[in-house]
């Protein structure tokens, strides 16, 4: 006898043909979805940084290391150079202002002082004998002037007599013009020898004023020979401390080479290194701070050097406003906070790892119930390490997502699970 075999509803071809229209269906909505840019994301509220917008004062400021070094390092060169021959002090000693530190000797140097000596003494005795000669010549100058004198006033004395005789008819025409002509003779006589006299006198004090000019020179040159020997003896040029030296018995020191260095200890400067990249926002004046033994103390840039380092840095000094702290020393390291601008209000956000992907253009805020975050234009300007300054796109008091946005690249809501 025939039976009726039910036919099944839900067979296994059924089932396949509508789990795949439902994975077609699913993959289409998907596609759809993503080229609306409307993706979500599920995220647990635990493994991300939620961070609120604030306003409050901001301070642009960068954290600098700085090296504590001496107000003043005066560098000591050999003057002439030499050999090393005395040490009187070693290095690290406090020295004071024209405390011998070492002697150099130098033959060369030595043997110059001696030849300008000599010169010298021979240029003074030369200047004695021409002085000498001269006094001689204008004795005898003068002398001269004295016969042509008593020869001169013995003629006007027989002129004049023989006037008075002519003029009585005493005397004749001829011996007249004799007496005559011998007056005039002896009065251009007496003249020339005059003339002579004071030319010749002209002529001593060109001569001795050049000699004493040349003579001086010598003496000049002298004293700086002597002046060279005596640096052969090195002496410290400030109070302070001696360090870097280096000259052992015995060493050839050229002229120029640094012997070692006197450390004014009177006050001190840090040295600072700062990254090239704040180059242009570095200059004198800016000021900063750094905490030590419990204490504030101020520091304020008064140079910068521009020259980049290998390292990509470039160094600053600053100088200690008010009271230098008790116990710093030499070559200790301090953390500066130096200060980039001044104190202002504004709209900040913490740092986060979410300007990492971001370049500070965009970022997640979260919706006014906190369970969903999308993204949101903004705009920032400056940053300190704690905030970013915020121009546009977020006022204080909403909530924002600041942690890394890794493989949030295309998504446009985080939906957070809590």
């Not at 905030?387 to 546009?392: C, F, L, P, T, W």
Request: aromatic share 8%; no cysteine.
């Amino acid at each position: 006898m025939d039976r009726v075999i039910k036919k099944k509803k839900w067979n296994s071809k059924r089932i396949l043909t509508i789990l795949g229209i439902t994975a077609l269906v699913a993959l289409i909505v998907g596609s759809f979805l993503m080229a609306s840019g409307k993706t979500k994301l599920n995220v647990d509220a635990e493994r991300i940084t939620i961070s609120e917008v604030t306003k409050g004062p901001f301070q642009m400021f960068i954290p600098v290391n700085g090296v504590v070094m001496p107000i003043e390092t005066i560098y000591i060169p050999a003057e002439d150079g030499g050999k090393v021959e005395e040490r009187y002090v070693d290095d690290g000693s406090m020295m004071k202002k024209g405390d011998p530190i070492l002697r150099l000797s130098n033959p060369d140097v030595e043997l110059n002082l001696a030849n300008q000596e000599t010169q010298v003494f021979n240029t003074l005795t030369q200047m004695n004998i021409q002085k000498t000669q001269a006094d001689v010549n204008t004795v005898a100058k003068k002398n001269e002037l004295a016969d042509v004198t008593n020869a001169y006033n013995e003629a006007l004395r027989a002129y004049t007599v023989d006037k008075k005789l002519f003029a009585q008819h005493a005397i004749g025409s001829q011996e007249m013009t004799t007496a005559e002509n011998t007056y005039h003779y002896n009065l251009k006589k007496k003249e020339l020898a005059e003339q002579i006299l004071i030319q010749d006198s002209i002529s001593n004090k060109e001569q001795f004023l050049q000699a004493e000019q040349y003579y001086q020179k010598m003496q000049g040159t002298l004293q700086m020979m002597r002046q060279k020997v005596a640096d052969l003896v090195v002496r410290a040029p400030v109070d302070g401390q001696l360090t870097s030296l280096d000259a052992d018995l015995g060493m050839n020191k050229n002229k120029g080479d640094q012997l070692g260095q006197i450390d004014v200890l009177t006050s001190y400067k840090v040295r600072v290194d700062v990254d090239e990249h704040y180059i242009s926002q570095v200059f004198n004046g800016l000021r900063g701070f750094f905490e030590f033994a419990d204490s504030t103390y101020n520091l304020e840039i008064r140079k910068v050097f521009t020259a980049v380092k290998t390292g990509g840095t470039f160094q600053v000094d600053m100088y200690f406003l008010g009271h230098i702290p008790k116990g710093i020393r030499r070559g200790q390291t301090l953390q500066i906070h130096l200060n980039l601008s001044d104190t202002s209000q504004a709209i900040l956000i913490p740092k986060g790892g979410f300007y990492q992907q971001t370049g500070g253009n965009w970022i997640f805020k979260l919706s006014s119930d906190g369970k969903t975050a999308y993204r949101q234009d903004i705009q920032l300007n400056r940053q300190s390490p704690d905030y970013y300054e915020v121009v546009s796109g977020v006022k204080p008091g909403d909530k924002v997502v600041t942690s890394s946005y890794d493989n949030y690249e295309h998504i446009q809501e985080l939906v957070i699970n809590r």
